[in-house]
């Protein structure tokens, strides 16, 4: 078994665990964010109710890579039309994509629901109550909203790791390995566990988080405010002497919780030096040609030809102009030639290449994709009949369009 890590990176002594709990807690309790989904909680917390667990689970899923601002108006209009799991249940994938549009990560929501139909047809309208069997029983929930969940709705003592939770406790104890790293993982999992307040683990794991959020944050942290500085390494490193600072951090070694000795640690940085992340891989280039096909609806409005994307893979079952993904490289000419065989498909009849008017290029970055889409339109006349043997499509208006299940990329093109 490999060697336990160094003292300074653990919290080994109890009492001083104890009084970090104190302090976090009491600061959560003076001042935490006022969001919806802590209200619905707070009016259901009591009862420990059905509808507990979803009003947290939606929050956890909903908050996961996207700001706090933009989540809480989707999350009161979902928990309004949506304020069960049953009712989640009944509702179609369409329905979902639409509230969805614009939030991002659009299996999110595609899987909270699929999650939904098994806990209504397979467990009986219960969810699993525990961290293990959410996250092994339920679609989409991974480790941290297992939980999230399990802590916060059914207060089981577990503890949650985030990327605020990585950073607090990176700096409180100065780990300053690869903090992607499964074997760093690990280990802020065990701490996070060990760390949980047995009687308000709920409270406690959304403090850890809240701090991060708001006082522990990557760029200029608020150390002088911060209400655990006293058990931090980090602060603790900046405050004393720098002879001492290069002693501490030239003795480390090979501890593989350490900066390691190829990038050692840089005084300019102060407790930002944690956490450090392995350089990320650069996002993937794409390039597609997009057209906006138009023509004049039965009430003389322009209306547009929307298709449907598949139902597995990037942006699944939402709607897009026709779109057809190009070679990297290619000539335009060729380019306009192959949106033209694209589009005789679904409008079924010839589509000269020369007729398409170039619009101009729509960058949008996904997680893990550059993409740009080379922008057309196309002005048709006259009586467009859909091949139903194709994937969905059908004609919109502009407002249809944006009540539409369409993603924010779409909405820019
Ligand atoms: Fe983060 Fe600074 Fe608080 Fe340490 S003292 S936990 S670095 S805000």
Not at 180 to 197: E, H, Y
Request: hydrophobic content about 40%; aromatic content about 8%.
């Amino acid at each position: 078994a490999p060697a336990p890590p160094p003292a300074r990176h653990l919290f080994s002594d109890a009492a001083e665990a104890a009084a970090l709990r104190g302090n976090l807690l009491a600061w959560y309790d003076r001042c935490k964010r006022d969001l919806p989904w802590r209200a619905l909680v707070r009016g259901h917390i009591g009862k420990r109710g059905p509808a507990l667990p979803p009003a947290v689970w939606v929050s956890e899923i909903m908050l996961q890579q996207t700001q706090v601002a933009t989540v809480i108006d989707y999350y009161n209009r979902w928990m309004q039309k949506w304020p069960t799991l049953q009712a989640l249940a009944q509702a179609s994938l369409e329905e979902v994509n639409e509230l969805w549009a614009g939030l991002g990560y659009y299996s999110r929501g595609k899987r909270l629901q699929e999650a939904a139909r098994k806990v209504v047809s397979e467990l009986a309208g219960q969810m699993p109550r525990r961290a293990e069997d959410l996250q092994k029983l339920l679609p989409g929930v991974g480790r941290y909203t297992a939980g999230a969940i399990a802590s916060i709705a059914f207060g089981q003592a577990t503890g949650v790791v985030d990327g605020n939770v990585i950073r607090v406790l990176c700096r409180l104890r100065c780990i300053g390995a690869d903090s992607s790293s499964p074997a760093v993982l690990d280990r802020l999992w065990d701490m996070a566990n060990v760390l949980v307040d047995r009687s308000r683990p709920g409270d406690f794991n959304q403090a850890l988080m809240e701090l991060g959020a708001t006082v522990c944050v990557p760029k200029a942290p608020l150390c002088r405010e911060c209400p655990v500085k006293q058990h931090c390494q980090a602060w603790r490193r900046v405050s004393v002497a720098q002879t001492t600072v290069t002693l501490v951090f030239a003795g480390v070694g090979d501890c593989p919780l350490c900066p390691p000795a190829t990038e050692p640690w840089d005084s300019s940085l102060g407790v930002t030096n944690f956490p450090r992340k392995a350089a990320k891989k650069p996002p993937r280039a794409m390039r597609t040609a997009t057209c906006v096909l138009e023509r004049r609806g039965y009430h003389g409005a322009p209306e547009y030809l929307v298709v449907q994307r598949p139902s597995s893979g990037l942006l699944a079952g939402l709607w897009e102009f026709p779109s057809l993904p190009l070679a990297q490289d290619l000539q335009e000419e060729k380019e306009r030639e192959e949106l033209a065989d694209h589009l005789q498909a679904w409008t079924g009849r010839p589509v000269a290449a020369k007729g398409l008017r170039f619009m101009g290029e729509v960058i949008h970055i996904f997680s893990h994709i550059h993409q740009t889409y080379v922008v057309y339109s196309l002005h048709l006349d006259g009586d467009v009949t859909l091949d139903p043997a194709l994937s969905p499509s059908r004609w919109v208006t502009e407002d249809e369009f944006h009540a539409s299940a369409v993603s924010t990329a779409m909405k820019k093109v």
